[in-house]
């Protein structure tokens, strides 16, 4: 799926969003260097991680302004270690490639191998940010419209405190 075939799939399901075009994002300083700062939504920091033996995956979506503690976060969803997974195993599960990590890439997970995990404050915002496949294209996306996303894909998320390094 392309960002406009999946920015039609949205449509056709009734999914309201506001679409930007900029330059490709790599980090969350870039996103705070090049989005406008009148966007009234979460940034998004999504992370693709695995266990220690490979065998699980999970998408962990939390905000641009959290340095994420891996090890806290591996203690509160009871697994001995987690890890960022390859570019190899994120285009296998997700349909992208690194800096374009995104809950969006969930529409490509139809074998329901990769768990998603939310933090509580981006579950919390009235509106968030994510990429629609791509990190040169940003969809503004309210929660409303993420619940019905969620549920389209079959993904049921768990809202956890994701918690931070320092």
């Known amino acids: 799926m392309t960002s406009g075939s999946l920015r039609r799939w949205l449509v056709e399901h009734g999914i309201a969003y506001e679409h ?3 330059e490709a994002l790599w980090t969350c ?13 979460v940034h998004t920091k999504n992370l693709f991680v695995r266990d220690k033996k490979g065998r699980r995956h999970w998408l962990l979506v939390t905000s641009c302004e959290k340095a994420v503690d891996l090890k806290a976060v591996a203690d509160a969803i009871g697994v001995d270690n987690l890890s960022f997974a390859s570019p190899d195993r994120l285009q296998r599960h997700l349909g992208v490639i690194p800096g374009a990590v995104t809950v969006m890439g969930l529409v490509h997970e139809s074998a329901r191998e990769v768990a998603l995990l939310v933090d509580r404050d981006v579950w919390a915002a009235a509106r968030l ?13 309210g929660h409303d419209g993420l ?3 969620l549920e389209l894909t079959g993904h049921a998320p768990q809202i956890l405190t994701v918690p931070t390094r320092g």
């Open 129 to 141: 940010c994510c990429h629609p496949l791509v990190n040169d294209e940003t969809l503004v996306i």
């Open 29 to 41: 300083e870039d996103v705070a260097r090049v989005m406008p700062p009148d966007v009234d939504a």
């Open 20 to 22: 930007l075009m900029h």
């Open 147 to 149: 619940v019905r996303f």
